[in-house]
């Protein structure tokens, strides 16, 4: 069984930063791809940024592009999302998610995703 757990959500304030962590675990891990999601109160979840275990390329979001970034740490088998800038419309449950089997393009669809974290929430106030 697979499980990610994610770390590092909390209560930041407008142009500030959070450092959100995902740590993933069990015999059969196997990923392609690590990606993070968001879904804000009353809103569907969203795509915010994904990342490739080999080779390290990255996807992001419009709406995140040139405030957060994706990293991985092969070796820890953790990911993590760097937010810089935050504003107030960054407020959401923050989830990752792995996908396992290959795909040419960077799969910005939840669907594509096999396996998912319980969730840390972001406020970030004003």
């Known amino acids: 069984q697979v499980q990610l757990v994610e770390s590092g959500g909390g209560l930041g304030q407008a142009w500030g930063s959070l450092r959100l962590s995902c740590a993933a675990s069990?015999?059969?891990?196997?990923?392609?791809?690590m990606g993070w999601f968001r879904q804000a109160p009353g809103k569907r979840r969203e795509f915010v940024a994904a990342i490739r275990w080999s080779g390290g390329s990255t996807h992001y979001a419009d709406s995140v592009k040139g405030r957060f970034t994706i990293s991985r740490d092969s070796a820890k088998k953790t990911v993590y999302l760097q937010m810089n800038s935050l504003k107030p419309e960054d407020t959401a449950v923050y989830y990752c998610?792995?996908?396992?089997?290959?795909?040419?393009?960077?799969?910005?669809?939840?669907?594509?995703?096999?396996?998912w974290g319980q969730g840390t929430q972001v406020t970030v106030s004003s």
């Open positions: 069990g015999r059969n891990f196997s990923s392609q791809v």
């Open positions: 998610a792995t996908k396992s089997t290959p795909l040419a393009t960077m799969p910005t669809d939840e669907r594509y995703y096999d396996y």
